[in-house]
């Protein structure tokens, strides 16, 4: 079962897994000192994706780890 096929996937998953964590890293955009409740409800929103999009590009990243050290052995 080593093909370099699968090697080649695993390591999409991993590239995949980076794009999403990077997504993650974007800024908000302009912060004023006194932010607005609708600017503040807008910020925990964006706070939330964040952590799920995090969550995600762990566990695609993690995936594709398996998948490279699967055709390790």
Known sequence: MRTPAFF???????????????????KAGKESANPTKAQQREQAALAEENRKMRIAAAVVGGVGALLCLAMLF
């Not at 080649?8 to 974007?26: C, E, P, V, Y």
């Open 8 to 26: 080649a996937i695993g390591l999409g998953f991993i590239l995949m897994g980076a794009g999403l964590f990077a997504l993650t890293l974007r």
